[in-house]
């Protein structure tokens, strides 16, 4: 499987997974709230956040702002679709001002664009890769606009038919671009646990021989962990200060402890998995000596004894003749006193 580069950091098998926090819409239009978030995800050890790069004229026609006028969920929605995508928009310039905000933090500044103007305005930003949303992976003018950046194209696959993913991934090929990441990703919040399906990560893998990861909508850090124990070389989950504060994700959202496991487990599971080939380490084979049995006499043996099964039983530690050796100690003679209990070494042997 290839690996990709995404700015500094190679992705793919073998390496730590990369970890998106998604901001999303959680900044809720505040620029202060976005930069304690950005604070907060440099914190926890993600390496990158990620933004959604829309206005309220590249995204949504009139008829579904005229369809989406009241909602009953008034912590959620605090007016119309309308205000919300108003009020939550990223202007140019705060795209710039949180780029400079990681830039200070140290972590990667990326974002999910939905128009040619948007994904211009990031490439003007040098982000380390575009992200496709799971509702895009249809938009192929869109996927064709982005190839030819050349950067590496990152594509959430929610709702998304194996047809389509091909094609999606044949789109960005075509252009010459073949630095691509693929995101299993369910495009409910939360799913349920029967519906997530992580083991579709290995199908998207041997389809389409590229890296897979994971794109979590689910609450806490038991999926995403689990995505990586089975080669998720990305994880990108919503990200919050507070899961109760109102808005569109912050719910579903990790808290900055819970990214923080995420980050920290993801490593330590990575690490962990190592190779596939069968290794005693140095302090296990040590382990030996106080774990393992010896051969040890049943009771006092003579010098010139001749040595059968029932002189011996096996006890702790050891350092001795070791049980699955007895084959070759019955028959022989003993060359010195054995005591009760005694371990058997074969210095002690004619």
């Not at 789109?171 to 409910?188: P, W, Y």
């Not at 124990?229 to 719910?251: P, R, S, V």
């Not at 043996?301 to 003749?321: I, M, Q, Y």
Request: hydrophobic share 40%; with cysteine; aromatic share 6%.
């Amino acid at each position: 499987m290839q690996t990709v580069k995404l700015g500094s950091v190679e992705i793919g098998s073998g390496s730590p997974p990369y970890i998106i926090a998604e901001v999303g819409s959680n900044h809720n239009g505040d620029m202060n709230l976005c930069r304690q978030l950005i604070d907060a995800a440099a914190e926890a050890g993600a390496n990158a956040v990620k933004f959604q790069s829309w206005t309220d004229k590249s995204l949504i026609a009139e008829e579904e702002y005229d369809r989406n006028t009241d909602y009953s969920d008034k912590k959620k929605h605090f007016g119309s679709l309308r205000e919300m995508v108003t009020a939550y928009q990223l202007t140019s310039d705060q795209h710039v001002q949180a780029h400079a905000q990681c830039i200070e933090q140290g972590i990667a500044f990326c974002s999910t664009p939905f128009s040619h103007e948007e994904v211009d305005l990031l490439d003007s930003l040098d982000v380390p890769f575009f992200k496709i949303a799971s509702m895009d992976v249809v938009h192929l003018p869109l996927l064709r606009y982005v190839a030819r950046k050349n950067r590496p194209v990152v594509i959430s696959t929610g709702m998304a038919t194996l047809g389509e993913i091909e094609q999606a991934v044949g789109t960005v090929r075509a252009e010459g671009n073949d630095q691509i990441v693929l995101l299993h990703c369910i495009s409910i919040y939360p799913p349920e646990y029967e519906t997530i399906h992580l083991r579709n990560m290995e199908t998207l893998q041997r389809a389409f021989d590229c890296p897979v990861g994971f794109s979590d909508h689910t609450m806490g850090t038991a999926i995403p962990l689990a995505a990586i124990a089975l080669g998720a070389c990305m994880i990108e989950k919503h990200f919050t200060l507070d899961q109760d504060m109102a808005g569109w994700d912050h719910a579903i959202s990790a808290t900055p402890e819970q990214m923080r496991t995420i980050v920290r487990e993801g490593k330590n599971i990575v690490t962990a998995l190592g190779s596939s080939r069968r290794i005693v380490s140095d302090t296990e084979m040590e382990k030996r000596k106080k774990f393992r049995r010896s051969l040890v006499a049943r009771q006092a043996l003579s010098k010139g004894h001749v040595l059968s099964e029932g002189d011996f039983d096996a006890k702790r530690p050891g350092t001795g003749v070791a049980p699955d050796q007895l084959q070759y100690v019955v028959g022989r003679t003993l060359a010195r006193d054995l005591a009760e209990d005694q371990v058997l070494r074969w210095s002690h042997l004619l």
